[in-house]
Protein backbone atom coordinates (compact mmCIF):
# COMPACT_ATOMS: atom_id res chain seq x y z
CA UNK A 1 0.00 0.00 0.00
CA UNK A 2 0.98 3.28 -0.81
CA UNK A 3 4.19 4.91 -2.70
CA UNK A 4 7.43 4.68 -1.94
CA UNK A 5 7.37 8.56 -0.61
CA UNK A 6 4.57 7.66 1.78
CA UNK A 7 6.94 5.25 3.29
CA UNK A 8 10.02 6.52 3.09
CA UNK A 9 11.31 8.47 5.96
CA UNK A 10 10.60 12.13 4.97
CA UNK A 11 12.96 14.98 5.83
CA UNK A 12 13.50 18.70 4.97
CA UNK A 13 15.46 18.40 2.11
CA UNK A 14 13.49 16.31 -0.45
CA UNK A 15 10.45 19.21 -0.25
CA UNK A 16 13.71 21.98 -1.49
CA UNK A 17 15.20 25.40 0.16
CA UNK A 18 12.90 27.51 -1.05
CA UNK A 19 9.80 25.33 0.67
CA UNK A 20 8.23 27.35 3.48
CA UNK A 21 7.54 25.68 6.52
CA UNK A 22 5.61 27.01 9.24
CA UNK A 23 2.87 27.29 12.27
CA UNK A 24 -0.54 29.15 12.32
CA UNK A 25 -2.66 30.73 15.22
CA UNK A 26 -5.71 33.12 14.68
CA UNK A 27 -6.36 36.12 17.56
CA UNK A 28 -9.58 35.10 18.84
CA UNK A 29 -7.89 31.85 19.50
CA UNK A 30 -5.02 32.59 21.54
CA UNK A 31 -5.07 36.22 22.78
CA UNK A 32 -7.56 36.35 25.55
CA UNK A 33 -7.51 39.66 27.32
CA UNK A 34 -11.06 40.83 25.65
CA UNK A 35 -11.84 43.95 27.66
CA UNK A 36 -8.30 44.89 27.76
CA UNK A 37 -6.77 48.23 26.65
CA UNK A 38 -9.69 49.45 24.72
CA UNK A 39 -10.18 46.39 22.58
CA UNK A 40 -13.58 46.31 21.32
CA UNK A 41 -16.12 43.88 21.42
CA UNK A 42 -16.50 40.89 18.63
CA UNK A 43 -19.07 39.45 17.50
CA UNK A 44 -17.21 36.10 19.37
CA UNK A 45 -17.40 37.83 22.49
CA UNK A 46 -20.89 37.96 22.39
CA UNK A 47 -21.66 34.50 20.75
CA UNK A 48 -20.00 32.89 23.88
CA UNK A 49 -22.38 34.16 26.05
CA UNK A 50 -25.28 32.64 24.60
CA UNK A 51 -26.34 29.52 26.41
CA UNK A 52 -25.82 26.02 24.47
CA UNK A 53 -23.71 27.70 21.67
CA UNK A 54 -20.33 26.89 22.82
CA UNK A 55 -19.49 23.15 24.74
CA UNK A 56 -19.29 23.79 27.98
CA UNK A 57 -19.60 26.84 27.67
CA UNK A 58 -16.10 28.00 27.08
CA UNK A 59 -15.70 31.90 26.04
CA UNK A 60 -12.15 32.82 24.62
CA UNK A 61 -11.85 35.44 27.15
CA UNK A 62 -8.18 34.20 29.03
CA UNK A 63 -7.27 31.45 25.81
CA UNK A 64 -3.91 30.95 25.71
CA UNK A 65 -2.90 34.11 27.19
CA UNK A 66 -0.78 34.63 24.02
CA UNK A 67 -2.01 38.96 24.82
CA UNK A 68 0.55 39.00 27.45
CA UNK A 69 2.91 35.69 26.97
CA UNK A 70 3.47 36.23 23.69
CA UNK A 71 7.35 36.96 23.88
CA UNK A 72 7.55 33.55 25.25
CA UNK A 73 5.19 31.38 22.88
CA UNK A 74 7.62 33.10 19.99
CA UNK A 75 10.73 32.17 21.76
CA UNK A 76 8.87 28.37 21.62
CA UNK A 77 8.75 29.14 17.93
CA UNK A 78 12.49 30.49 17.92
CA UNK A 79 13.01 27.05 19.52
CA UNK A 80 11.99 24.67 17.53
CA UNK A 81 13.72 26.02 14.56
CA UNK A 82 10.19 27.29 12.53
CA UNK A 83 10.91 29.87 10.23
CA UNK A 84 7.54 31.60 9.63
CA UNK A 85 5.04 32.36 11.85
CA UNK A 86 1.23 32.58 10.72
CA UNK A 87 -1.46 35.01 13.35
CA UNK A 88 -4.01 36.88 12.62
CA UNK A 89 -4.84 41.13 13.51
CA UNK A 90 -8.01 41.19 15.62
CA UNK A 91 -10.21 43.60 13.79
CA UNK A 92 -11.95 45.32 17.17
CA UNK A 93 -8.34 45.90 18.97
CA UNK A 94 -7.02 47.94 16.57
CA UNK A 95 -10.27 49.48 15.42
CA UNK A 96 -12.48 48.81 18.83
CA UNK A 97 -15.93 49.99 16.67
CA UNK A 98 -14.41 48.33 13.13
CA UNK A 99 -14.74 51.45 11.46
CA UNK A 100 -13.14 55.35 12.38
CA UNK A 101 -11.34 55.33 15.78
CA UNK A 102 -8.17 53.43 15.48
CA UNK A 103 -6.48 52.27 19.09
CA UNK A 104 -3.01 52.77 19.11
CA UNK A 105 -2.80 50.21 21.94
CA UNK A 106 -3.21 47.85 19.46
CA UNK A 107 -1.57 49.32 17.11
CA UNK A 108 1.55 49.03 19.19
CA UNK A 109 0.80 45.47 20.37
CA UNK A 110 1.16 44.19 16.96
CA UNK A 111 4.30 46.13 16.02
CA UNK A 112 6.16 43.91 19.46
CA UNK A 113 4.42 40.92 18.01
CA UNK A 114 5.88 41.82 14.63
CA UNK A 115 9.43 43.43 16.02
CA UNK A 116 9.95 40.46 18.07
CA UNK A 117 9.23 37.97 15.71
CA UNK A 118 11.80 39.85 13.29
CA UNK A 119 14.34 39.87 16.54
CA UNK A 120 13.99 35.97 16.20
CA UNK A 121 14.63 35.41 12.72
CA UNK A 122 11.00 34.43 12.12
CA UNK A 123 9.06 35.85 9.47
CA UNK A 124 5.33 37.54 9.88
CA UNK A 125 2.56 35.83 8.15
CA UNK A 126 -0.62 37.90 8.67
CA UNK A 127 -3.79 37.27 8.50
CA UNK A 128 -6.24 40.87 8.35
CA UNK A 129 -9.11 38.75 9.12
CA UNK A 130 -9.85 35.58 10.86
CA UNK A 131 -13.79 35.84 11.89
CA UNK A 132 -13.59 38.38 14.77
CA UNK A 133 -15.97 41.05 12.84
CA UNK A 134 -16.45 44.11 15.48
CA UNK A 135 -19.78 43.77 17.05
CA UNK A 136 -20.42 46.97 16.54
CA UNK A 137 -20.51 46.32 12.51
CA UNK A 138 -22.81 43.32 13.11
CA UNK A 139 -25.48 45.59 14.49
CA UNK A 140 -25.19 47.11 11.17
CA UNK A 141 -25.66 44.22 9.46
CA UNK A 142 -21.96 42.44 9.85
CA UNK A 143 -21.27 40.49 6.61
CA UNK A 144 -24.61 41.18 5.21
CA UNK A 145 -24.58 45.19 4.08
CA UNK A 146 -22.51 46.19 1.53
CA UNK A 147 -21.21 48.50 3.73
CA UNK A 148 -18.82 45.90 4.60
CA UNK A 149 -16.41 46.43 1.70
CA UNK A 150 -16.06 50.37 2.62
CA UNK A 151 -15.12 49.62 6.91
CA UNK A 152 -12.99 46.43 5.47
CA UNK A 153 -10.90 48.72 3.10
CA UNK A 154 -10.72 51.07 6.25
CA UNK A 155 -9.80 48.28 8.30
CA UNK A 156 -7.09 46.71 5.30
CA UNK A 157 -5.73 50.39 5.12
CA UNK A 158 -4.97 50.92 8.56
CA UNK A 159 -3.10 47.42 8.89
CA UNK A 160 -0.78 48.46 5.91
CA UNK A 161 0.10 51.88 7.27
CA UNK A 162 1.37 50.16 10.25
CA UNK A 163 2.70 46.86 9.53
CA UNK A 164 3.22 47.04 5.78
CA UNK A 165 7.00 48.57 6.30
CA UNK A 166 8.14 45.06 7.96
CA UNK A 167 4.93 42.17 6.95
CA UNK A 168 5.86 40.72 3.48
CA UNK A 169 3.42 37.79 3.65
CA UNK A 170 -0.14 38.92 4.02
CA UNK A 171 -3.38 36.61 3.95
CA UNK A 172 -6.40 38.66 3.23
CA UNK A 173 -9.14 36.55 5.07
CA UNK A 174 -9.55 33.32 6.43
CA UNK A 175 -11.95 30.58 5.26
CA UNK A 176 -14.74 32.65 3.61
CA UNK A 177 -16.47 29.43 3.15
CA UNK A 178 -16.79 29.01 7.01
CA UNK A 179 -17.54 32.05 8.45
CA UNK A 180 -19.94 32.43 6.19
CA UNK A 181 -21.64 29.18 6.23
CA UNK A 182 -21.52 28.45 10.00
CA UNK A 183 -22.01 32.15 11.06
CA UNK A 184 -24.58 33.23 8.17
CA UNK A 185 -26.62 29.97 7.51
CA UNK A 186 -25.86 27.39 9.78
CA UNK A 187 -26.01 29.73 12.55
CA UNK A 188 -23.49 27.36 14.60
CA UNK A 189 -20.49 30.03 14.69
CA UNK A 190 -20.53 33.69 15.66
CA UNK A 191 -22.88 35.72 14.94
CA UNK A 192 -25.30 32.79 14.81
CA UNK A 193 -27.54 34.23 12.37
CA UNK A 194 -29.27 31.26 9.78
CA UNK A 195 -30.55 31.12 6.23
CA UNK A 196 -30.14 31.62 2.64
CA UNK A 197 -30.99 35.50 3.10
CA UNK A 198 -28.06 36.13 5.14
CA UNK A 199 -25.64 33.28 3.48
CA UNK A 200 -25.61 34.95 -0.21
CA UNK A 201 -25.13 38.72 0.87
CA UNK A 202 -22.56 37.71 3.57
CA UNK A 203 -21.21 35.12 0.29
CA UNK A 204 -20.90 38.30 -2.12
CA UNK A 205 -19.45 40.73 0.23
CA UNK A 206 -16.83 38.03 1.68
CA UNK A 207 -15.81 37.97 -2.04
CA UNK A 208 -15.79 42.19 -2.64
CA UNK A 209 -13.65 42.28 -0.05
CA UNK A 210 -11.08 39.27 -0.66
CA UNK A 211 -10.32 41.04 -4.00
CA UNK A 212 -10.65 44.47 -2.77
CA UNK A 213 -8.22 43.99 -0.03
CA UNK A 214 -5.66 41.89 -2.34
CA UNK A 215 -6.00 45.24 -4.53
CA UNK A 216 -5.07 47.54 -1.72
CA UNK A 217 -2.22 45.48 -0.77
CA UNK A 218 -0.49 45.47 -4.20
CA UNK A 219 -1.15 49.06 -4.58
CA UNK A 220 0.36 49.85 -1.35
CA UNK A 221 2.88 46.93 -1.06
CA UNK A 222 4.08 46.31 -4.63
CA UNK A 223 6.68 43.38 -3.50
CA UNK A 224 4.60 41.69 -0.71
CA UNK A 225 3.81 38.16 -1.22
CA UNK A 226 -0.50 38.28 -1.06
CA UNK A 227 -2.70 35.41 -0.85
CA UNK A 228 -6.20 33.77 1.06
CA UNK A 229 -6.82 31.23 2.68
CA UNK A 230 -9.70 28.54 1.74
CA UNK A 231 -10.99 25.88 3.90
CA UNK A 232 -10.70 22.82 1.62
CA UNK A 233 -12.32 19.08 1.72
CA UNK A 234 -11.20 16.20 -0.24
CA UNK A 235 -15.01 15.29 -1.82
CA UNK A 236 -16.05 11.82 -2.54
CA UNK A 237 -19.48 10.19 -3.31
CA UNK A 238 -20.78 7.65 -1.22
CA UNK A 239 -21.29 5.32 -3.87
CA UNK A 240 -21.27 5.08 -8.03
CA UNK A 241 -24.84 5.66 -8.45
CA UNK A 242 -25.03 8.79 -9.91
CA UNK A 243 -27.54 10.98 -7.66
CA UNK A 244 -24.83 10.16 -4.91
CA UNK A 245 -22.40 11.61 -7.75
CA UNK A 246 -24.31 14.44 -8.92
CA UNK A 247 -24.84 14.93 -4.96
CA UNK A 248 -20.90 15.28 -4.30
CA UNK A 249 -20.56 17.79 -7.26
CA UNK A 250 -22.70 20.25 -5.32
CA UNK A 251 -21.26 19.99 -2.07
CA UNK A 252 -17.64 20.25 -3.87
CA UNK A 253 -19.25 23.33 -5.10
CA UNK A 254 -20.19 24.77 -1.36
CA UNK A 255 -17.18 23.13 0.55
CA UNK A 256 -14.64 23.99 -2.35
CA UNK A 257 -15.57 26.21 -5.44
CA UNK A 258 -17.38 29.22 -4.67
CA UNK A 259 -14.63 31.19 -2.82
CA UNK A 260 -11.64 30.73 -5.05
CA UNK A 261 -13.43 30.65 -8.76
CA UNK A 262 -15.51 34.21 -8.02
CA UNK A 263 -12.16 35.90 -6.48
CA UNK A 264 -10.39 34.69 -9.55
CA UNK A 265 -12.64 35.85 -12.19
CA UNK A 266 -15.23 32.87 -12.95
CA UNK A 267 -17.75 34.42 -11.09
CA UNK A 268 -20.16 32.26 -9.05
CA UNK A 269 -21.06 28.53 -9.80
CA UNK A 270 -24.33 28.72 -11.38
CA UNK A 271 -24.82 24.78 -11.31
CA UNK A 272 -26.90 25.18 -8.25
CA UNK A 273 -30.16 26.96 -7.87
CA UNK A 274 -30.10 28.75 -5.05
CA UNK A 275 -26.98 29.91 -5.86
CA UNK A 276 -28.15 32.18 -8.86
CA UNK A 277 -29.84 34.25 -6.50
CA UNK A 278 -26.86 36.12 -5.25
CA UNK A 279 -27.63 37.76 -8.34
CA UNK A 280 -29.74 39.72 -6.49
CA UNK A 281 -26.67 41.36 -4.79
CA UNK A 282 -24.74 41.87 -7.41
CA UNK A 283 -24.32 45.78 -8.16
CA UNK A 284 -22.89 46.57 -11.91
CA UNK A 285 -19.47 46.81 -12.22
CA UNK A 286 -18.85 44.11 -9.61
CA UNK A 287 -17.22 41.78 -11.85
CA UNK A 288 -14.05 43.51 -12.02
CA UNK A 289 -14.10 44.26 -8.38
CA UNK A 290 -15.01 40.39 -7.25
CA UNK A 291 -11.65 39.41 -9.07
CA UNK A 292 -8.11 39.63 -7.35
CA UNK A 293 -4.86 37.64 -9.04
CA UNK A 294 -3.30 36.32 -5.68
CA UNK A 295 0.39 35.41 -5.53
CA UNK A 296 -0.50 32.65 -3.45
CA UNK A 297 -3.79 30.59 -2.36
CA UNK A 298 -3.97 29.30 1.24
CA UNK A 299 -5.37 25.63 1.23
CA UNK A 300 -6.13 24.49 4.85
CA UNK A 301 -7.01 21.33 4.99
CA UNK A 302 -7.75 18.25 7.47
CA UNK A 303 -10.00 15.48 6.16
CA UNK A 304 -12.32 14.20 3.52
CA UNK A 305 -15.44 13.94 3.08
CA UNK A 306 -18.15 11.18 1.62
CA UNK A 307 -21.47 12.31 0.49
CA UNK A 308 -24.58 11.13 0.03
CA UNK A 309 -27.69 12.12 -2.07
CA UNK A 310 -30.52 13.35 0.07
CA UNK A 311 -33.58 14.88 -0.87
CA UNK A 312 -34.17 16.40 2.91
CA UNK A 313 -31.51 18.82 2.88
CA UNK A 314 -32.98 21.87 1.00
CA UNK A 315 -30.77 24.02 -1.20
CA UNK A 316 -28.10 21.45 -1.77
CA UNK A 317 -29.58 17.92 -1.62
CA UNK A 318 -26.84 16.15 -0.44
CA UNK A 319 -25.47 14.79 3.16
CA UNK A 320 -22.39 14.28 4.79
CA UNK A 321 -22.08 10.71 5.72
CA UNK A 322 -20.53 10.69 8.98
CA UNK A 323 -17.12 9.39 9.86
CA UNK A 324 -17.84 7.98 13.22
CA UNK A 325 -20.72 6.00 11.23
CA UNK A 326 -17.88 4.82 8.68
CA UNK A 327 -15.94 2.61 10.98
CA UNK A 328 -12.48 4.84 10.38
CA UNK A 329 -9.71 6.72 12.28
CA UNK A 330 -10.90 9.49 13.96
CA UNK A 331 -9.45 13.05 15.37
CA UNK A 332 -11.30 14.09 18.71
CA UNK A 333 -13.18 16.60 15.82
CA UNK A 334 -14.52 13.08 14.28
CA UNK A 335 -12.62 13.96 11.07
CA UNK A 336 -11.48 10.87 9.24
CA UNK A 337 -7.91 10.93 9.32
CA UNK A 338 -7.25 10.71 5.56
CA UNK A 339 -3.98 11.66 4.56
CA UNK A 340 -4.84 11.22 0.31
CA UNK A 341 -7.16 14.01 1.30
CA UNK A 342 -4.26 16.55 1.20
CA UNK A 343 -2.85 14.89 -2.35
CA UNK A 344 -5.98 15.42 -3.75
CA UNK A 345 -6.98 18.97 -2.50
CA UNK A 346 -3.71 20.21 -3.95
CA UNK A 347 -4.01 18.43 -7.28
CA UNK A 348 -7.49 19.47 -7.23
CA UNK A 349 -6.71 23.31 -6.86
CA UNK A 350 -3.02 23.07 -9.24
CA UNK A 351 -5.42 22.56 -11.82
CA UNK A 352 -6.71 25.89 -11.46
CA UNK A 353 -4.61 27.86 -14.44
CA UNK A 354 -5.06 31.07 -12.14
CA UNK A 355 -3.35 29.40 -9.46
CA UNK A 356 0.20 30.19 -9.37
CA UNK A 357 1.13 28.85 -5.89
CA UNK A 358 -0.24 26.76 -2.85
CA UNK A 359 0.62 27.29 0.63
CA UNK A 360 -0.91 24.20 2.79
CA UNK A 361 -1.90 27.59 5.14
CA UNK A 362 -3.47 24.93 7.67
CA UNK A 363 -3.33 21.45 8.52
CA UNK A 364 -2.95 19.30 11.43
CA UNK A 365 -5.17 17.31 14.43
CA UNK A 366 -7.01 17.63 17.80
CA UNK A 367 -6.25 14.30 19.77
CA UNK A 368 -6.65 14.28 23.33
CA UNK A 369 -3.61 14.09 25.06
CA UNK A 370 -2.34 13.37 28.49
CA UNK A 371 0.68 14.65 31.02
CA UNK A 372 2.73 11.88 32.14
CA UNK A 373 5.88 13.21 33.97
CA UNK A 374 5.76 16.32 32.35
CA UNK A 375 5.86 15.22 29.04
CA UNK A 376 3.07 14.81 26.53
CA UNK A 377 3.44 11.84 24.01
CA UNK A 378 1.65 12.03 21.14
CA UNK A 379 2.08 9.74 19.07
CA UNK A 380 -1.59 9.82 16.78
CA UNK A 381 -0.77 13.66 16.57
CA UNK A 382 2.79 12.63 15.36
CA UNK A 383 1.76 9.91 13.04
CA UNK A 384 -0.99 12.78 11.37
CA UNK A 385 1.76 15.32 10.61
CA UNK A 386 4.04 12.78 9.00
CA UNK A 387 1.62 11.19 6.94
CA UNK A 388 0.22 14.53 5.42
CA UNK A 389 3.43 15.52 4.72
CA UNK A 390 4.31 12.71 2.39
CA UNK A 391 1.36 13.21 0.81
CA UNK A 392 2.12 17.16 0.66
CA UNK A 393 5.76 15.74 -0.73
CA UNK A 394 4.14 13.43 -3.61
CA UNK A 395 2.23 15.83 -4.84
CA UNK A 396 4.78 18.54 -5.05
CA UNK A 397 6.71 16.15 -7.12
CA UNK A 398 4.02 15.22 -9.38
CA UNK A 399 4.10 18.87 -10.07
CA UNK A 400 1.35 20.50 -7.61
CA UNK A 401 1.74 24.02 -7.02
CA UNK A 402 2.66 23.78 -3.35
CA UNK A 403 5.18 25.49 -1.89
CA UNK A 404 4.93 25.68 1.49
CA UNK A 405 2.97 23.80 4.69
CA UNK A 406 2.24 25.49 8.05
CA UNK A 407 1.21 23.11 11.15
CA UNK A 408 -1.94 24.07 12.67
CA UNK A 409 -1.70 25.06 15.40
CA UNK A 410 1.41 26.00 17.79
CA UNK A 411 -0.52 26.01 21.08
CA UNK A 412 -3.87 23.91 22.51
CA UNK A 413 -6.36 26.67 22.10
CA UNK A 414 -9.87 28.00 22.11
CA UNK A 415 -11.41 25.48 19.07
CA UNK A 416 -14.68 28.18 18.55
CA UNK A 417 -17.85 26.19 19.23
CA UNK A 418 -16.03 23.15 20.50
CA UNK A 419 -14.32 25.15 23.39
CA UNK A 420 -10.78 23.77 24.66
CA UNK A 421 -12.04 20.00 24.47
CA UNK A 422 -10.11 19.88 20.90
CA UNK A 423 -6.34 19.95 21.54
CA UNK A 424 -4.69 21.10 18.22
CA UNK A 425 -1.38 22.00 19.15
CA UNK A 426 2.25 21.27 19.04
CA UNK A 427 2.78 22.56 22.47
CA UNK A 428 0.26 21.11 25.33
CA UNK A 429 -1.32 23.87 27.65
CA UNK A 430 -2.39 23.98 30.68
CA UNK A 431 -5.53 26.10 30.85
CA UNK A 432 -5.58 26.47 34.71
CA UNK A 433 -1.57 27.60 35.18
CA UNK A 434 -1.21 28.05 31.52
CA UNK A 435 1.87 25.79 31.46
CA UNK A 436 3.43 24.96 27.86
CA UNK A 437 4.96 21.45 27.22
CA UNK A 438 6.16 21.33 24.27
CA UNK A 439 4.27 17.79 23.18
CA UNK A 440 6.22 14.80 20.95
CA UNK A 441 4.89 16.13 17.71
CA UNK A 442 6.39 19.71 18.45
CA UNK A 443 9.74 18.26 19.42
CA UNK A 444 9.55 16.11 16.24
CA UNK A 445 9.15 18.81 14.00
CA UNK A 446 11.49 20.97 15.69
CA UNK A 447 14.10 18.18 14.41
CA UNK A 448 12.73 17.51 11.08
CA UNK A 449 13.25 21.71 10.32
CA UNK A 450 16.63 21.43 12.05
CA UNK A 451 17.43 18.65 9.92
C1 LIG B 1 -9.65 26.27 10.36
C2 LIG B 1 -9.67 27.58 11.05
O1 LIG B 1 -9.01 28.55 10.28
C3 LIG B 1 -9.08 27.53 12.44
O2 LIG B 1 -9.44 28.71 13.08
C4 LIG B 1 -9.57 26.28 13.16
O3 LIG B 1 -9.20 26.27 14.49
C5 LIG B 1 -9.03 25.08 12.44
N1 LIG B 1 -9.56 25.08 11.10
C6 LIG B 1 -9.38 23.74 13.10
O4 LIG B 1 -10.75 23.54 13.09
Known amino acids: MGS ?23 AP ?84 IIDFCLECGIEPWVTIYHWDLPQELELKGGWTNRDIVSWFSDYVKVCIANFGDRVKNWMVMNEPAVFTGAGYFLGVHAPGRTGIKNF ?43 RDVSAANRADIFFNRIFIEAVSGMGYPDDIKVL ?45 V ?20 IYNVIKKFSAYPFVK ?31 HMAQVLKAKQEGGK ?10 DNFEWAEGYHPRFGIIHVDFKTQQRIIKGSGKWYGEFLKG
Open 276 to 320: KRIKNYIKPGDEQLMSFDFDFIGIQNYTREIIKASFLVPYIGAKI
Open 402 to 411: VAGYFIWTLT
Open 322 to 341: KAENRGVPLTAMKWEVYPPA
Open 200 to 242: LPAVHHAVLCMATGGRLLRQALPNANIGTTFSCSDIAPYSTNP
Open 29 to 112: QIEGSLDTDGRGRSVWDVFTQLKGKVLNGDTAHTACDFYNRYRDDIALIKQLHIPNFRFSIAWPRVMPNGTGEVNQTGIDYYNS
Open 357 to 387: KIIITENGSAFPDEVKDGEVHDPLRLAYLQQ
Open 4 to 26: DIENKQINRQLFGDDFEWGVSTA
